[in-house]
């Protein structure tokens, strides 16, 4: 019968004694060829920390007088506020602006009433919402002591809402809420990555200089009355842009929140920013537009804070912990900090906020 070839050997060859079987099994071990190893990939490091940093690391407070204030983010519920403010205390951060659901709010004033503040906001998530529900939210976040009001009209929110600044009804309500004293905030305008990437169609989206304005119609109509530009007004690519608004416009203020967005634009043209918020000290609120979900811990709400006070405090110039989606992998952005002089970052920090909000009766 005939065997496999290995077989026949291993046959044919066996030894004749103990001593001539260990000897035949050492040369069968050192002939027969062995698998290759396998190594298991490294794990790949969460998008919050591309450079492996201890978020836990003690840090001293901002080098402020007095309390710092988050005038942009978004607790969306009660449940998280917890991990939230941990992280939040360790980075000194220490009072906020929120933007979340009304019903959540009830809950979350229950317990942190001191350190959180609502700006009204409609019911971002029903896409069938209607203008008499927002009008109902407004009322009951102004019952809740808040004296904000967000009016959300970037390309992608007027094209799906089918609204503007310029609609009539958005015009009755920004009257509405100047008139009850709440300051207005406006998010126009997004990245230019998004203008160059998934706004290209300019007749669905518009174009910048048509949201652009679009705000200047609705600034001139509301002259002298609080306004805040989320996001450095939607435009931190354009610095230009912006001095000319906050010349025109003295009402005007602009928040610096949005961390990634931020950490691109600001570091990518940091001389000039930092001549920017010096000149402007007194019309810059520090924002983290910081989101919270389940899935979110520590380390997540860790970064942004990071970032932030990286980018405002210090001459750090290195890589950023938190992955850009609106660039490539291999082209992510470096951080370079502005390195504020101390009167700057007691104006960004504190200062112009806590005056701000006095204006319409928050005491801080």
Known sequence: MDQPPTLAYAMDSRPASIAGLTTYLMNAAST???????????????????????????WARPPIRGSVIDAHCHILAA???????????????????SMGPLEEAIGLQRR??????????????????????????????YNLGSRVVKFHMAPQTMHTRRRSLDTPEIRDMLRDAANRGMIVMTHVGDPDTWYCGRYTDCKTFGTR???????????????????????????????????????????????CSATRWMVREVSARRDEAREFFIHNQDRILFGSDQVSGDSRDFDFYASRFWCHRKLWETAYTGPSPIFDPDLPPDAQ???????LPAEV???LYRDNAAGLFAQVGVSL
Do not use: C, S
């Not at 449940?79 to 602006?97: K, L, S, V």
């Open 333 to 339: 952005p470096e951080l370079r900090g502005l390195a």
């Open 209 to 255: 200089e048509a949201h652009y304005d679009m705000w200047e119609r609705a600034l001139a109509d509301h002259a002298g009355h609080p306004w805040i530009g989320a996001h450095l007004g939607g435009n931190p690519e354009n610095l230009p842009r912006l001095q000319r608004l906050l010349d025109i416009y003295p009402h005007l203020w602009l928040d």
């Open 79 to 97: 449940r998280h506020a917890n991990i939230w403010f941990e992280a939040a205390d360790h980075y000194g951060i220490d009072t906020f602006f």
């Open 112 to 141: 942190w009433g001191r350190r959180v503040h609502f700006i009204a906001v409609p019911d971002w998530m029903n896409p069938n919402a209607d203008l008499h529900d927002w009008r109902r939210r407004i009322d009951a976040f």
């Open 345 to 347: 970052l007691q104006k």
């Open 32 to 58: 027969t060829p062995r698998p290759p190893e396998t190594v298991a990939p490294a794990p790949r490091p969460p998008d919050h920390n591309l450079i492996n940093l201890d978020f836990h690391r003690p």
